[in-house]
């Protein structure tokens, strides 16, 4: 028989996002595919009778909260001791936690506090025979490791579009509330405040329905030439304005800058995507002048409908790395694509 804690922390307003709710799907399944097992539920925040209300009907036996403005935002030591006041109240065997960068962060620690084993970037669970078994890949994605334990208790950090969100009816629940004695050595980081770019300029968006992937083909001379910089970042800009999109970039053209070489003033090595970067895992994702070379393409594993623009007809994306490849000039298409959206 295990117990199984879903622990979250919540937003600003008290509820939980997406990445929570996914993580509550797994819990809840989890809880029915192991015979015997109860589900409780555990949340972390400046206010969380929000978070209860809104998964009353999840089916958890208990809703246990840390509240208060100490442990609004992410802060190690705080955290760390509201995690393992949860667990150790709960008595939990199995810990589902979302990835987010708060968690991951603070949940290893904890682990070590409880005497117990935690495995990160978790990309899917099962039971086999009555017992929890964990997927997660290895080697930048090219090896996928199937895992169990006997260790308990036992930390889960899944990762995000494992599960659909869970939904329910909203109601009241009983929560509570367990409490946590801080010293003031644990209090020592202070939140100042949050500095983000504006909403137009922003390029990381992880909920994004369409990966929009620019290579270095955009820094090269054109048909004419002549180097049209200004022109790419202003259709390339234009596309995200329009469609929302998350913007990714090949490692060769994140790397121009330390090269001396004229680049789109925009791309960090946080939108670099592949095998030195991130493996993104939206819907639908849309190449454009990259070659599709095996290290960027690993990347790429878990979009489920990928499209590339390119003037070859003989590039990687060509050999059976996209469903469909556009020989065009990308800078021709994505101007069409603006105008039309534009409509």
């Known amino acids: 028989m295990e117990t199984i804690l879903f622990l979250a922390h919540t937003e600003s307003d008290g509820t939980l996002a997406r990445p929570a709710l996914e993580a509550l799907a797994g819990a809840k399944w989890l809880a029915g595919a192991l015979p015997g ?49 949860l667990c150790r109240t709960a008595g939990a065997t199995i810990v589902i936690v979302p990835a987010t960068a708060r968690w991951a962060r603070s949940l290893a620690g904890v682990a070590q506090r409880l ?20 997927s997660r890949w290895y080697y930048r994605q090219r090896m996928e490791a199937v895992l169990d334990r006997t260790k ?44 983000a770019p504006k909403t137009d300029e922003q390029t990381i968006r992880p909920d994004a329905n369409l990966l929009f992937v620019t290579g270095a083909g955009w820094t090269k001379k054109q048909s004419d030439g002549q180097v049209h910089l200004a022109d790419a970042a202003e259709l390339i800009l234009g ?28 791309l960090t090595h946080l939108n670099q995507v592949g095998q030195t970067g991130s ?52 800078f021709d298409v994505i101007k069409k694509v ?6």
């Open 37 to 85: 097992s109860t589900l409780a539920a555990g949340f972390i925040g400046e206010s969380t009778q929000p978070a209860a209300g809104q998964t009353t009907s999840c089916g958890a036996s208990r809703f246990l909260s840390v509240t208060g403005p100490e442990f609004g935002q992410s802060r190690y030591a705080t955290d760390a001791a509201a995690a393992e006041a």
């Open 115 to 134: 005497d117990g084993r935690i495995d990160s970037h978790v990309t899917g669970i099962s039971a086999v025979g009555g017992k929890l078994v964990v």
């Open 152 to 195: 308990r208790p036992w930390l889960i950090l899944l990762e995000t579009s494992v599960f659909p969100a869970w939904s329910g009816e909203p109601g009241s629940a009983p929560v509570e509330a367990v409490a946590v004695d801080l010293p003031d050595s644990a209090k020592r980081t202070r939140f100042v405040g949050i500095r």
């Open 239 to 266: 596309f995200l304005r329009k469609t929302q999109s998350y913007l990714g970039s090949s490692k060769s053209l994140v790397d121009l800058s330390g090269e001396g070489q004229v680049v789109l003033p925009f």
């Open 279 to 330: 493996t993104p895992r939206h819907p639908k994702g849309l190449a454009t002048c990259c070659h599709g070379e095996e290290p960027h393409v690993v990347g790429w594993r878990f979009i489920n409908e990928r499209r590339a623009v390119n003037l070859d007809p003989n590039c990687g994306w060509a050999r059976g790395k996209a469903d469909v490849l556009y020989v065009a000039d990308a």
């Open 338 to 343: 603006n105008a039309l959206l534009a409509e």
